[in-house]
């Protein structure tokens, strides 16, 4: 059953966390944000590495600590409301992990959550994208061709989080494309594969400490090994591994638009205008109040939809709804905390305008609002 308050265990690791956040992530946010795209600043994997964040949804067997989805959720929405491009690099090696969870073989858990989880600063990817298939992975032109003992990957991949960065990639590659959905597999491309290289490095307006960018294959030969599970299941275990990434997309909602009341909330308290601080106008404490009350609504739907999965219930409805609700409040709360503000909002003095771009990027990524829509009205 769900319970509103956190267990013992819980509360110790929310408050480790949150102080992991304000002395590894937080003084560095801003910094990191205003550097070039191409810059990436890899004393962020050494800060989770010292924390012992970087296996931190592996289960227990294969040497990670085995935390619940819940417990995971309450963690990571401490690091984004510190830096949700921050948390980003981390997020991207869970998906890589959601992958190997849902699809991989014993074999293929044993040797990949091992090194993952040897705390040694391994980061994992998953590359999905391409310039023709986003939301519609049917048309996914990447081929893998069967060759003997190996596949040969030929094509190029783009908007990859934790491109050029990875150790690890989970790619999703066609292997006969008349076949579409029928035809997908996932394949397991380690950094250092001859014929794989990163090539452009996106200039993205926010999530900027998360290196993003484009995967090239070059006849790129890995052991037929490497097939993630069975042959094509590559669709179904996408979309499996998108349905457990959705709750901790949206708890990064949920970091930023606190992060951003936080800061909103305490710059009324503390601008005075007519003799009084503006938190005592009737408009401005209402719509701290209606902030609030958001912030609270999308995170006891990120926590129902957690629950769920760790009662090994059905989630995928629950998870759409939590991504879609949380990502879209989260956007229009920065939007009001800046307005709150004025024009210290709108300037850099404030890192309102930081929120806001990161927050924008969570109604596209893993599933567009769009397609939350979709999924849920299936669902349905």
């Not at 004393?43 to 040497?63: H, L, S, T, W």
């Not at 908007?159 to 996932?186: C, E, R």
Request: glycine share 8%; net charge negative.
């Amino acid at each position: 059953m769900i319970s509103f308050t956190l267990t013992e265990e819980q509360a110790a690791l929310q408050k480790a966390a949150r102080e992991f956040a304000d002395k590894h992530i937080r003084p560095y946010a801003r910094e990191i944000d205003r550097q070039p795209s191409t810059h990436f600043d890899w004393k962020i994997v050494d800060r989770f590495v010292a924390g012992g964040y970087m296996a931190y949804n592996i289960p227990k067997e294969y040497g990670g600590p085995g935390i619940d989805m819940l417990t995971c959720a309450i963690v990571c929405e401490e690091f984004a409301a510190a830096c949700a491009g921050i948390s980003g690099v981390l997020g991207g090696t869970m998906l890589f992990c959601n992958c190997l969870k849902v699809g991989g073989t014993e074999e293929q858990k044993k040797e990949y959550f091992t090194l993952l989880a040897d705390n040694k600063g391994r980061v994992g990817a998953m590359a999905l994208t391409e310039r023709q298939a986003g939301s519609d992975m049917g048309n996914v032109g990447l081929l893998a061709r069967r060759e003997g003992d190996e596949y040969i990957l030929n094509g190029v991949k783009c908007y990859i989080s934790n491109a050029g960065v990875a150790d690890f990639y989970m790619v999703l590659a066609t292997t006969d494309p008349a076949k579409k959905y029928a035809g997908l597999d996932f394949f397991i491309v380690p950094a250092d594969t001859p014929g794989f290289s990163v090539g452009k490095i996106e200039d993205k307006i926010g999530l900027r400490a998360e290196q993003t960018g484009e995967l090239i294959f070059e006849n790129a030969r890995i052991p037929a090994a490497n097939l993630l599970g069975k042959p094509s299941t590559g669709f179904l275990i996408a979309l499996q591994a998108l349905d457990l990434s959705r709750p901790l997309v949206a708890v990064n909602a949920v970091g930023i638009a606190r992060a951003a009341y936080e800061v909103a909330l305490d710059y009324a308290r503390k601008r005075v205008q007519f003799g009084r601080p503006i938190f005592k106008n009737q408009a401005v404490a209402f719509a701290l109040a209606d902030m609030a009350t958001t912030i609270d609504a999308m995170r006891l739907m990120i926590w129902r939809a957690c629950s769920l999965i760790d009662e090994g219930k059905e989630y995928t409805k629950e998870g759409s709804m939590a991504k879609l609700f949380a990502s879209e409040a989260a956007v229009e709360i920065c939007i009001k905390a800046m307005h709150l503000a004025g024009a210290a909002g709108y300037s850099r003095d404030l890192p309102l305008e930081k929120y806001l771009r990161d927050a924008k990027s969570l109604t596209i990524i893993e599933g567009t609002s769009e397609i939350q829509r979709h999924v849920i009205s299936e669902e349905l």
